[in-house]
């Protein structure tokens, strides 16, 4: 409901200002006449833009090809073609815009896993440092699962999987960040639960070794022995030539304590296929 009430907005404001030049021409000494191009002039012309590197004319001109013959068999393609361009010259916000109009137009034609590749890659590069917010990467993922999801047997797919697996690690880096901070701070409840956040959403990524290091560091703190010898022994378990491991054995070690699992533990739990 949400995307077809924006996308409403997108076209009235697109109506509403093309009503405002047309009556600021009206009242001008100099009426700018509309002339009506060839659409193979007009998509021509655009592509040769596009080649040219020159991609804020090209986007412009694939535009147009729409605007004066939206029934052309040409038109679709310069909907796609126009996403591309803005794509390339970094205005991702149009892109994605211009990608998701084609889709809703043309749901079938075969141009949309590109489009939705699109839209997935103009998210994707948008990404920023784990210290920023994370909103973009978090709709960069979704738009990549949505590509894998509905075109699996893709090669947009196939890019889409790699990038995955660095999205989510970014999503699990800005998780670790903000526990260490409340391990720094002694917040270890809340320390906790962001790295368990990594535990269990983020196993496939680099951030694991640490997150479980760090939950038995907090719960030594806590004086919760089972659950920091139980993340102990995960950690062994999974990645027993890890440092994050020698260190987690070297704090129980301290506490006169050995790695045990826990059974009705959630780290046990979300690692249980293991077990």
């Not at 998701?100 to 590749?117: C, S, T």
């Not at 990645?239 to 046990?268: C, H, M």
């Amino acid at each position: 409901m949400v995307k077809f009430l924006n996308s409403t907005v997108r076209n009235a404001l697109i109506i509403g200002a093309t009503a405002i030049v047309l009556l600021g021409g009206c009242s001008s000494d100099e009426v700018d006449t509309y002339q009506e191009q060839p659409v193979q002039k007009l998509y021509n012309e655009a592509l040769a833009a596009l080649n040219n590197e020159e991609y804020a004319a090209a986007a412009k001109g694939f535009d147009e090809v729409e605007r004066q013959h939206p029934y052309s068999i040409w038109s679709s393609k310069a909907q796609v073609m126009s996403s591309f361009a803005y794509y390339q010259s970094n205005k991702y916000d149009q892109a994605i815009l211009a990608a998701e109009r084609f889709i809703e137009l043309h749901p079938g034609n075969k141009d949309v896993p590109y489009a939705y590749y699109l839209i997935a890659i103009s998210y994707y590069e948008q990404i920023t440092g784990v210290g920023r917010d994370q909103k973009v990467t978090r709709q960069a993922l979704d738009a990549l699962q949505t590509l894998v999801r509905r075109f699996p047997n893709t090669e947009y797919a196939r890019d889409a999987q790699l990038k995955i697996d660095l999205t989510l690690d970014h999503l699990a880096g800005k998780e670790m960040e903000i526990g260490r901070y409340y391990l720094k701070t002694n917040k270890y409840i809340a320390a906790i639960n962001r790295f368990r956040q990594v535990v269990e959403r983020y196993q496939t990524t680099s951030h694991v070794p640490e997150a479980l290091h760090r939950i038995t560091e907090a719960y030594l703190s806590l004086g919760i022995e089972d659950e920091a010898k139980t993340a102990a022994a995960v950690l062994g378990y999974n990645f027993p030539g890890s440092e994050w491991y020698q260190d987690s054995y070297a704090l129980l070690d301290d506490n006169y304590l050995r790695p045990e699992v826990k059974e009705d533990s959630w780290i046990t739990k979300a690692w249980k296929s293991v077990f």
